[in-house]
């Protein structure tokens, strides 16, 4: 499929270059560490890192948590060498008391001494000395460098180039790519399966040993919208790209589903057979939804990219008017096809200058805000009813069996809202 012209992708956008009000990439592993199950992450960070993540992790208490932090901002550093040498003590002991891991994250940060610290070669160094029972992979989470969805961006695309290829002379296979929870992956495979793409893969796998292979073969499907990077080093291995909207909402997700199934040879046919009682069940929870949505005017700062997708959902699906949808980057390559979804004239806004932001929200009184937390409770303090963005990735929100869910997510502040004011 080509990637559509569209108005939007041109003229319309609102470049925004100023302060920004969003997490560091390091919460990518709250729900990374979950995914892939013999997975430690181990971000080399500050006190401030330890604490983002505790909070963010919130509730979830671990007896064996699978990411920590090794602290090496408050010492007296006598030079890089004496950091090398910690980072090395912390993975020996980690590694010897917890010796089901397999795949070990260096998750760089943003306190100088870090940035000093050459992580791609300390995770050299660290897989000379573990190999083969362990392996050392880095990437940065750094505030400096990454919003928090690019976190998981940033993890995945540092472990394509270590897929194992694809096997010589194999037919094409499908790809999904984004960490979906076991429940959606599940609902995925079987849907794919009755479509008729009998073994579809999915990056990340649950284990460091099944993960799949790459090459010219793979034709693969993004299942969330802020994987660029990752994209690139597949592509780089010879994968390609299956152009399709997200698997947002009931259209997006059968959109995705005969786009893959295109890519194979397969017709819509197939594809309407195989999903047509979950789109009805998904058609009927929605409607549920709607009228708490209905005619609301909604307004999107910039946090996950995620916000593209959801506008189109939210206004499709469930009549919501579009204020502003703000995006912190707007690929226009992967987005293409949504963003010719998008009611004409939406305005998009690309990029954040917070205070500027918030003038125009403010000025707009929408009925709904997606934000940050930083964000979020100053514009509740001043009558403005908000979603706090981290949720969205957070729940499991992609596919049919989801899509209610994911609109109440948004019906819920509104409801409060109106309960208080009842
Ligand atoms: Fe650590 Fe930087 Fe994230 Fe703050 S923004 S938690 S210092 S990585």
Not at 34 to 59: E, Y
Not at 125 to 130: M, S, T
Not at 241 to 257: D, K, Q, Y
């Amino acid at each position: 499929m080509n990637a559509p012209e569209h108005p939007l992708l041109s003229a319309d956008v609102l470049r925004e270059r100023g302060q920004r009000e969003v997490f560091c990439g390091l919460t990518g592993i709250v729900w990374l560490h979950r995914k892939i199950q013999d997975a430690f992450f181990l971000v080399v960070g500050s006190r401030t890192c330890a604490h983002l993540l505790q909070s963010a992790a919130g509730v979830m208490i671990f007896a064996e948590p699978r990411f920590g932090t090794a602290i090496i901002d408050e010492r007296d550093l006598a030079g890089l060498a004496d950091a090398n040498a910690e980072l090395d003590r912390v993975v020996e002991r980690l590694l010897s008391r917890r010796p089901e891991i397999r795949l070990l994250f260096l998750v760089g940060s943003c306190p100088s001494e870090v940035i000093k610290l050459d992580l791609s070669r300390a995770a050299e160094r660290l897989n000379a000395r573990h190999h083969p029972a362990v392996r050392v992979l880095n990437y940065s989470g750094s505030g400096i460098e990454t919003t928090f969805t690019q976190g998981e961006d940033a993890c995945l695309a540092a472990l394509v180039p270590t897929l194992p290829a694809e096997a010589q002379g194999e037919a094409p296979q499908l790809l999904v790519v984004g960490a979906l929870p076991d429940v959606v992956e599940d609902q995925f495979t079987r849907l794919l399966k009755a479509i008729g793409i009998e073994a579809p893969r999915f990056l990340p796998a649950r284990r460091a040993g099944t993960m799949p292979p790459v090459g010219p073969g793979t034709r693969f499907l993004l299942a969330q919208p802020f994987l660029g990077d990752t994209a690139r080093a597949l592509e780089l291995r010879g994968a390609r790209r299956i152009a399709a909207p997200f698997p947002f909402g009931v259209e997006g997700t059968t959109a995705w589903l005969r786009a893959a199934a295109g890519t194979f040879g397969i017709g819509h046919d197939a594809v309407e057979r195989a999903t047509a009682s979950a789109r009805e069940r998904a058609a009927v929870a929605l409607a549920r939804v709607r009228p708490a949505l209905e005619g609301r005017r909604i307004f999107f700062f910039p946090d996950s990219q995620l916000e593209v997708p959801l506008a189109r959902f939210l206004s499709r699906e469930l009549g919501m008017q579009l204020v502003e949808v703000g995006t912190p980057y707007l690929h226009r390559q992967h987005l293409a096809e949504e963003l010719a979804l998008l009611p004409r004239g939406t305005a998009l806004s690309e990029g954040q200058d917070v205070d500027r932001q918030l003038d125009r929200c403010r000025a707009a009184r929408p009925d709904l805000t997606v934000c940050g937390l930083g964000l979020a409770n100053p514009l509740e303090a001043e009558g403005l009813p908000t979603k706090w963005s981290i949720e969205l990735v957070f729940s499991p929100v992609h596919g049919y069996e989801q899509a209610a869910d994911l609109a109440a997510l948004f019906a819920r502040p509104l409801d409060r809202r109106q309960r208080l004011a009842a």
